[in-house]
């Protein structure tokens, strides 16, 4: 199957900072990257949708000034966390999508928040 | 929008037995159906999927069946073992469309 990166796999970081996750996808390239959020022993909430070259679509709720999207190229999306908070302490995911619409994911990356 | 329902929660199994996990969905027009397994603290990987214009799909100890007229997919894993224990998610779009509607999840424990 198709390889998806994230970087970094753990972060911790103070309150009132901002963190920046990037995923890659590996051997494709992607014009669709999604990201995720999960709570222990939830299901995976989908936060935006983010689409090389255009502004990244936000899901109902989520605060686009806070959770700031890029996707700079077919192959990396960024997202970051601005001004964290310890509520914003989560596991958050990136996927990114073949053109066959296969939806392949990352591992995932463990923010905390202190 | 796609609802998506997975029973049960959580399935017991004895190693060597087959497991079965039912997903519901609501959208007549969803056509693209994939599974996921999550292990402890990584990402979800997929394992197998499923379109409208099949109703069956194996790729070794895995399977997956799709009635439409019932709205209703499975995922049947056959000859357990206990790296066969996870989360799996069962997910519903309609293909093309960007979103994935996923189930809550289902807790397999094999037992040795």
């Known amino acids: 199957g198709a390889v998806v990166s994230q970087h970094p796999s753990r972060v911790i970081c103070k309150s009132g900072t901002s963190v920046k996750i990037e995923c890659r996808s590996l051997?494709?390239?992607?014009?669709?990257m999604f990201w995720y959020r999960q709570f222990p022993k939830q299901s995976l909430m989908l936060m935006a949708t983010s689409n090389e070259g255009s502004k990244a679509t936000y899901e109902q709720g989520v605060e686009k000034d806070k959770f700031l999207i890029n996707h700079a190229s077919l192959t990396l999306s960024t997202l970051t966390v601005t001004s964290a908070h310890p509520e914003d302490s989560s596991f958050y995911i990136c996927s990114a999508r073949l053109q066959t619409y296969e939806q392949y994911f990352g591992p995932g990356t463990r923010l905390t928040v202190t | 929008g796609e609802n998506v329902e997975q029973h049960p929660s959580t399935l017991s199994v004895q190693e060597g037995d087959s497991a079965v996990i039912k997903c519901t969905y609501s959208d007549s027009a969803s056509n693209y159906f994939p599974w996921y397994k999550q292990e402890l603290g990584k990402g979800p990987q997929l394992i197998i999927d499923?379109?409208?214009?099949?109703g069956e799909k194996k790729d070794q100890r895995i399977a997956v069946t799709l009635n439409k007229t019932a709205k209703h997919f499975s995922l049947h894993i056959t000859e357990t073992q206990p790296e066969d224990s996870a989360v799996y998610f069962c997910?519903?779009?309609?293909?093309?469309?960007?979103?994935?509607?996923f189930g809550k999840g289902n807790q397999v424990v094999v037992i040795p």
């Open positions: 997910a519903a779009s309609v293909y093309g469309n960007n979103r994935l509607a």
């Open positions: 499923i379109r409208s214009n099949v």
């Open positions: 051997d494709f390239q992607a014009t669709t």
